[in-house]
């Protein structure tokens, strides 16, 4: 990993004890949530002497002359592929006061400048080369290496040239596209394959399929309109995004050439077709679906083929979640991923409570409320932070 610099710089002073509350609690989020920010902080612990690291550095508080900068650096003397030795000599100088003067110094100005958010409510685009971009709202191109990234409408398109020789983000390198709850959002890859992201959906994908497939990973729910490659089957890596009844390892393939289906990995792994034709494989069980055809998968109960309602499973691309005889506890956490409205129970008597009926994310969130404890004869309030309630 080549992390963003504005990352290394907030992990160096963390390790330094000189950060605010406001930096400490965004990277301490972002270390609970980002595999590769964990890793890359761990390791830089591992590179310094442990007592060091317990009291902050603090020995060098005292310490004017700057020999001792390298005894801080690498145990093993060994340079990490990368340049992440520059990275730990940043941390010695942040804590002899002179980060911020090294850090301008040792950035490479062929690195493309790239907005790290504060905001992880947004919809993001973490580059291969560890560059974070908030997508958010607004309309504007991005400059990854030679690849053009266009933001606009809710939708990411990719213009990539295939000229990558002295590129920081090669095309064949994974990026990871996050959607938080709340939102939904849409790719449209290199080779022209459509990708709708429902809320609480994350993404991986290269810039350019430069091999003989077509490879992407979704992990919550995206549908898929594939352009069409007869020389390079497009495949999408399934991995489950609940550690219930599926089992927290269980991962699933589907292969394609040109088609039309929506997955999910809520749960359970789901692949619903439209058109043409999928092989859908899990573990040691596989089926080629037919459109209107169904396919879930779990450790426990394996393969199960049947049809389907198409508003029921693909409705949310227009906004419409279809509830059919669900408790209110599994609504909630429905609610959550749409809405992003945390949901609190005051009542606990009222958890197992039933209903039917539609949620259209297209009207405010009230006017799904109102109807539904109405019916359901309960009471809702929001409180100040925009918690939902339900007594």
């Not at 690498?74 to 010695?92: E, F, H, I, N, Q």
């Not at 699933?252 to 092989?279: R, W, Y």
Request: hydrophobic share 35%; charged share 25%; proline share 4%.
């Amino acid at each position: 990993m080549k992390p963003d610099y504005h990352i290394i710089e907030l992990l160096t002073r963390k390790l330094a004890g000189h950060l605010d509350p406001e930096d400490l609690q965004y990277i301490d989020r972002l270390i609970e949530v980002d595999e590769e920010v964990r890793n890359e902080f761990e390791e830089m612990k591992a590179r310094f002497h442990r007592e060091d690291v317990e009291t902050f550095f603090q020995r060098f508080d005292d310490e004017r002359d700057q020999a001792d900068i390298p005894e801080l650096i690498l145990l093993s003397g060994k340079r990490r592929r990368g340049g992440t030795m520059l990275y730990a000599a940043v941390l010695a100088a942040a804590v002899i006061g002179i980060v911020l003067t090294l850090f301008l110094m040792n950035k490479p100005t062929s690195e493309p400048v790239l907005t790290v958010s504060r905001d992880l409510e947004e919809v993001q685009l973490r580059l291969a080369s560890g560059g974070i971009v908030n997508l958010g709202d607004s309309s504007d191109s991005i400059k990854a290496g030679s690849t053009i990234l266009n933001n606009s409408n809710n939708t990411l398109s990719i213009n990539d040239p295939g000229d990558h020789l002295q590129d920081n983000n090669p095309s064949n390198t994974v990026n990871l596209l996050t959607v938080p709850a709340g939102k939904t959002y849409k790719v449209l890859l290199s080779d022209g394959t459509e990708i709708w992201l429902n809320s609480s959906t994350s993404l991986r994908f290269p810039f350019n399929f430069n091999g003989s497939t077509r490879e992407v990973s979704v992990q919550g729910e995206a549908y898929f309109k594939v352009a069409k490659d007869n020389e390079k089957p497009f495949i999408v890596h399934l991995l489950l995004s609940d550690n219930g009844s599926g089992g927290e390892n269980s991962r699933g393939v589907i292969q394609v050439l040109g088609t039309e289906f929506n997955a999910n990995t809520e749960k359970k792994l789901k692949v619903a077709l439209v058109n043409g034709a999928v092989k859908f494989k899990a573990a040691d069980d596989q089926v080629v679906l037919q459109p209107g055809k169904l396919a879930s998968y779990t450790t426990e109960g394996g393969m199960e083929v049947g049809s389907y309602d198409k508003d029921e499973v693909i409705g949310w691309r227009e906004g419409l979640y279809y509830l059919q005889d669900e408790p209110l506890e599994e609504i909630a956490a429905k609610l959550y991923r749409v809405t992003g409205h945390q949901v609190v129970f005051d009542n606990d008597k009222v958890r197992n409570r039933i209903f039917t009926g539609i949620y259209n994310r297209n009207n405010p969130v009230n006017v799904f409320l109102d109807n539904m404890t109405r019916t359901m004869e309960i009471g809702y309030y929001f409180s100040p932070d925009s918690t939902i309630h339900f007594k």
